[in-house]
Nanobody
Framework: QVQLVESGGGLVQAGGSLRLSCAAS????????MGWFRQAPAKEREFAAT????????NYADSVKGRFTVSRDNAKNTVYLQMNSLKPEDTAIYYC????????????WGRGTQVTVSS
């Protein structure tokens, strides 16, 4: 019943920007920590960013800090990932995920959206 649906991926040149969206349904969105993860070809999934249930706190992987910004709109049940100064190494499938405040692992996952950064 819970669904997380990512959108906004695409092909962009190095140095460009993209804004990813993740629309959530079937859960009380404001109670969930939301995260963004990514998986490059032949690599394991890695953490990119998280945002607290209220939107008051964020965390970023060192590889994206200063370039990516995660935000959320609880009224719209949507979390965003603004990606600036994109690099070819950012090429990956980007996944949205959700967990409760008291959970350590993300319980729900989206299907992903492809981001490709060309040089």
């Amino acid at each position: 019943q819970v669904q997380l649906v990512e959108s906004g991926g695409g092909l962009v040149q190095a140095g460009g920007s993209l804004r990813l969206s993740c629309a959530a349904s079937g859960l009380t969105f404001s109670r969930y920590v939301m995260g963004w993860f990514r998986q490059a070809p032949a690599k394991e999934r890695e953490f990119a960013a998280t945002i607290s249930s209220s939107g008051g706190s964020t965390n970023y992987a060192d590889s994206v800090k200063g370039r990516f910004t995660v935000s959320r709109d609880n009224a719209k049940n949507t979390v965003y990932l603004q990606m600036n100064s994109l690099k070819p190494e950012d090429t990956a499938i980007y996944y949205c995920a959700a967990r409760r405040d008291y959970e350590t692992g993300f319980r729900y996952w989206g299907r992903g959206t492809q981001v490709t950064v060309s040089s």
